[in-house]
């Protein structure tokens, strides 16, 4: 059986990932910071185990791939999808709002690709990065997110060209808007209504209607799938046609 990582999995994308990929047939460690979320999340599939922690330094990185290899002996997908959006343009980008936001959207990522490398190259198998629209058209007022969400796009098609003859993809996802708590807590910042956001994020979308995180965790089994054996440095879009 196929094993994969996946981080942010308490919630989100990345609760409906690792629940596609167990259904998928993959024995999945599903890593978040919420444990309580994250037991609700390995109750659905007995493929799921779980790793509860923060992604704070390399050090933490290096132990959750360590874990996930002694878990299940080896790892053929890495998926990146934990992540957080604070808000602010450059006047109002503290050095913390900057820091945080490049520590969890850029460098976990960096940091758990290069730990997972080693494997990836034994297993032949891949890694997808949870960008975003915002990594190619910026939002306005979220500098922070919206430079890091493009440096992830750079650092899966960097990997991309170096390791692709190791056999290891690398590729990238890039939501719209979908309903998670991420989106959620968009609406409190702007002091509206949840639906009335939510509704307001829908019409932007060529389709009308927002993503749900089912729609994106079905994109990323594809792409982690021997389907996409020719896909590698590629970043796809999930937007409904947003970008288009
Ligand atoms: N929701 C959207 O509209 C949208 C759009 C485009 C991209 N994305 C991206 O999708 C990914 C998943 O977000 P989501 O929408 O599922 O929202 P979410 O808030 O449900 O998920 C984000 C996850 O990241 C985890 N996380 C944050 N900081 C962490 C840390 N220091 N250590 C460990 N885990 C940490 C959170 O606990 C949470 O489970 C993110 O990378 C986000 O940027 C979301």
């Not at 259904?23 to 799921?48: C, K, P, Q």
């Not at 791939?65 to 890495?78: H, S, V």
């Not at 690398?170 to 708590?181: E, H, S």
């Amino acid at each position: 059986m196929s094993v994969a990582l996946v981080t942010g999995a308490s919630s989100g994308i990345g609760a409906a990932t690792a629940i596609a990929l167990a259904d998928a047939g993959w024995d999945v460690m599903a890593a978040g910071r919420d444990e309580g979320r994250l037991a609700e999340v390995a109750d659905v599939s007995e493929n799921i185990a779980t790793w509860a922690g923060e992604l704070g330094d390399s050090a933490d990185c290096e132990e959750l791939i360590g874990d996930a290899i002694e878990e299940f002996g080896a790892l053929d997908c890495l998926v990146n999808s934990a992540g957080i959006l604070l808000r602010g343009d450059a006047t109002e980008t503290s050095d913390d709002v900057w820091r945080n936001t490049m520590a969890i959207n850029l460098d976990a990522p960096f940091f758990l690709s290069r730990a997972a490398l080693p494997h990836l190259i034994q297993t032949e198998g891949s890694i997808v990065n949870v960008s975003s629209y915002w990594g190619h058209t910026a939002g306005e007022g979220v500098l922070a997110y919206n430079t890091s969400k493009a440096a992830l796009l750079m650092l899966t098609r960097s990997m991309a060209k170096d390791h692709g003859g190791d056999g290891v993809r690398v590729n990238a996802v890039c939501p719209g808007g979908v309903d998670t708590p991420m989106l959620a807590q968009g609406a409190d910042e702007e002091d509206m209504d949840v639906d009335e956001f939510l509704d307001l994020v829908a019409a932007e979308s060529p389709n009308g209607r927002i993503a749900t995180p089912e729609d994106v965790a079905n994109l990323i089994v594809f792409l982690a799938s021997d389907l996409a054996a020719q896909i590698n440095g590629a970043s796809i879009a999930v937007d409904g046609g947003l970008s288009a």
